[in-house]
């Protein structure tokens, strides 16, 4: 019973971090119809921005260059503001220079900029930051933490607490407020919604923004949680959490969610038994199987064909 | 004067052709194996590695520029291929060809037990081109391309777990069979194969289902049936090819067939134009060469990182994003070079004409 309420809680902690990259997935392809592949990437730059904003922050108070960062709430409120700037600069301009002058070209052509930026970032960041991994640093205070029998630390909770925090933020933005409203008309149909007078372009671009910021959370807090990042480490939570948009139903905000944390905990369960080796494949397993009964994911809406 | 009649059948020609062509592979291989040049057998590396890229990017080619299903899961096939055939030979046939002297004898089982197992190997890969195509049944697009995608994934991430081959450690000591000449030999038959089948009416079915699956069907054509099959043929050759990398390679690793090999192939098909055979083998030879060719950038900029990847991915994103189309679009090379041959013989009889018109003037010399 304990070990599975751990594994049920060990699986829920890295399913809302796959669930933050995941949003950035499926917001993209609801409204361009684009499977972003840089976006993994993006996520690896949210953690590198982490690991050197922490390096710089302590620098700027005068530390010594390798002393350990001193951790606080508001050095790691800063931190986590900076590395999504960066990654919300660099998810504008990468839609402004590799997709946008594709809009109206096949949509395979901007497929293949995109795999082409995902390769930028991973040769580009072992050529910036190195091959080699480096060590996180721990930006705030761990505590070990027992309810019931059930371990858990404080970077846990901090987890589960910011991603939800964001979750919800986005849950506001897009069905509270006015850009939100007109993210849903652009996602409903391109080009009647830039008809009725919508920035079509401006979505779009807030859009990219938006989901590089939640990847840079999500870099943030995989850096909390597993410290051991590398300009590689993107491709494969990368490429689950796209596996989660598509579970939920990509273009579904909801369902990204709920896909992301069905691949944590069923991860979770997979490398507590005894198959734990085939831990990467199940994601994809889980994938084919919901695929074959539900063609459009969990959530999705399954479009008539117009003839 | 008429030509025979027996020559006018494609298949004799074809045979024809593939004989010939064994016969200039075979004197080209046996000439590259003595150039005395310093230094060739990194070219002969880059040449090869070309050769196998262009198997992988025509094949694909046949199922997402052809039948338009798009698969991403191309290393996946590859891998099928390489570790089915190499299991053959490291168990099976190396041990077997070994007991035999050095000789005429020798030489030919190896090579025959070399066909074999590369075909078996595809026919491995087919199989599994079969069982991912029929939950094209159902899906469509993208949902179909991540279905593909984890498959690929699956494959690589069971491969890791099977320890007799090797496991993580990668399958080292693999028969070292691959060469100039099989790899050509079969590059030239994929591209037969695939100028074949468009032409067929198998092909058409194909480029139907591509352009509008629902028409497709009220026309009659089994899109189901023909979705799959185009699945089994294009992952026969990528069997192949992995087979044919495998031997060249004389060692296996999982690593080597992860996702991002499916995207390289991918970029190729893309690039050279969806539907085009002449564009994939142009854009595989551009997309194998290009990261070598950049190799002296490393010198000249004279970093410690190698900055040829983070060349070679910019160069992807300019090119695609001057030729969204891909460099060819669907045509294939033969017909770009025929149009602009046309525009050019045009131009030059519109000039004349000009200068006729001109010339009706009055003269000087009349």
Redesign the interface.
Known sequence: MQTILQNLLNGIAAGSIYALIALGYTMVYGILKLINFAHGDVFMLGSMMGFYGSRWLHRLRGGEALAVAESSWWSAVLILLFAMVVCGVFGYLNERIAYRPLRNAPRIASLITAIGVSFFLEYGGQMVFGPNPKFFPSIIEKHRLEFFGVVTTSYQVIVLGVALFFMLLLQYIVFGTKFGRAMRAVSFNYETASLMGIPTDRVVSTTFVLGSALAAVAGILYGLSYPKIDPLMGIMPGLKAFVAAVLGGIGNVPGAVIGGLIIGVVEAFVAGSQWSTYRDAIAFVILILILLFRPSGLFGKSQAEKV | MRRSSLLKSWWVRDLLGLLIGIGVLLGLSWVLQRVPIVGIAYYFRIVILIGINIILAVSLNIINGHAGQ?SMGHAGFMAIGAYGSAYLTFFFFGPYVDKFPEGTQRFVLQNVLFLLALILGGLMAAVAGYLVGL?SL???G??L???T???G??IR??L??VEKLGAARGLSGVPPWGNFFWVFLFAWITILVSMRLVNSSVGRAFLAVREDE?AAEAMGVDTTRYKVRAFVIGSFFAGVAGGLFGHYMSYLNPAMFQ??KS?EV??MV??GG?GSISGSVVAAIILTFLPEGLRGVKGWLN?S???R??L???M??VL??TR??GLLGRKELWEVLARRKDTVQKDARDEEEGKMDRGSGPSIDA
């Open positions: 798009f939950p159902r899906l469509r993208d949902y391309a991540i279905v995608l984890g498959f994934e699956i991430v069971i890791l777990n629902i996702f991002v995207f991918i970029a893309v690039l969806l970093t990182a190698d900055p990847m983070v070679y991915s910019i992807l994103i695609m994003l969204p189309q």
